[in-house]
C-alpha cells in the first residue's frame, strides 16, 4: 500500500486503512449503508447544510475494497431498500400509458414547468424510468451532489429530463482553460457541476426546445442548488459524444468548447481501451468566474 493517496477527494494514510479495516470488523452487524453513514459522523462528512455525504461515503469504501485495502460486509440483497445503493432501478409507481406525439412549436407549449423531484416521489422513479428507458447511455443511480429536472409543458405532458451530477476530477482542456493547477482545482471543483444527461423524450419535435431548455435551467441552477446543498455552483460542464452528437444545443445556449477528451477510459491502467471522444463544453454562471475558482487567496 502505498504511503498515502487521495480517494474521494480525501488524502488517506496507512493509519486510516488499518483503523478503518479494524472498525468495519468491530461492527459485523452493520450493512454497508450503515457503515457509510456512521463514518460521515466519524469524520464530520457533510454538506454545508448539515446533510451526511452517505453517498460519498459509500463511493470512498467501494474503492478501498476495491483496491484491495479493506473487506465490506455482503451486499444484502434479501432486504434492499428501494433507494439503496445496490438495489436496480425500480420501476415507477405512476400508470404509463402510451404517449402522443408532440410535435408543435415551442411557442404552443410555454410556459413550461421545471420540476425538481423529491427524492422517492412518483416524479423521481419516472425519471429514472426515462433515462434508463430512453437515453442512449441509461441511468446510474448518483453519487454525491445532484439534481433532476423533469419539465412538463402548459398540458402537463412530460417533455424532458436533464440530470447533474459532479464535475469531472480531471480533463486536460478544461483545467487549461481555467488555469488550474491540482490543489486549486480539489478546492473549487465542488463549484462545477457536470451536466451528464439530457433527455428530449422520443416522442417530442419542438424546434429550439433543447436550447430553450438549457437556457432556463442555466439561469436557476445555482439557487437550486444553494438552497439544496448550501454553496452555489460557478461553472457548468458537459460532455458530448462527437461521433454521435453535434453539440448544437449547447451551441445554441453559449456554452463554449474547450476541446476534447483523448478517448481513454479513466480505469484503463495499460492504455488499451478506446472509448469515444467526447467535445467538452463549459458554460459560467457568473461573471467572475474566474476569479472565484481560480484564485489562491478566495475564500
Known sequence: MPESFV????????????????????HPSWSRYHLACELCKLWDWSTPTGQIKDFAARSFLLKLMARGLITLPPV??????????????????????QPSAIASSLAELTPLTLIIPESGSPEEHLCHHYLATHHYLGFQRTVGENLKY????????????????????????????????????????????NNTRFL??????????????????????????QHKYGHPLHLIETFVERDRFQGTCYKAANWKLVGQTTGRSRQDRYS?????????????LTPRFREILCHEDHR
Open 7 to 26: 480517494c474521494q477527494g480525501r488524502v488517506v494514510q496507512p493509519a486510516d486503512i488499518q483503523w478503518l479495516q479494524s472498525w468495519i470488523v468491530d
Open 272 to 284: 488499451t481501451m478506446s472509448v469515444p471522444v467526447k467535445d467538452i463544453y463549459l458554460y459560467p
Open 150 to 193: 423533469v419539465v412538463r409543458d402548459r398540458h402537463g405532458r412530460h417533455l424532458a429530463c436533464m440530470l447533474f451530477g459532479a464535475a469531472a476530477w480531471k480533463t486536460k482542456p478544461r483545467d487549461l482553460f481555467m488555469g488550474w493547477t491540482d490543489d486549486i482545482r480539489t478546492r473549487r471543483l465542488s463549484w462545477v457541476a
Open 76 to 97: 444484502r440483497t434479501e432486504k434492499r431498500r428501494v433507494r439503496g445503493y445496490d438495489s436496480p432501478i425500480s420501476a415507477p409507481t405512476v400508470e404509463l400509458q
Open 200 to 225: 428530449i423524450l422520443p416522442w417530442v419535435r419542438v424546434p429550439h426546445l433543447a436550447s430553450h431548455l438549457l437556457a432556463a435551467i442555466l439561469n436557476r441552477i445555482s439557487a437550486d442548488w
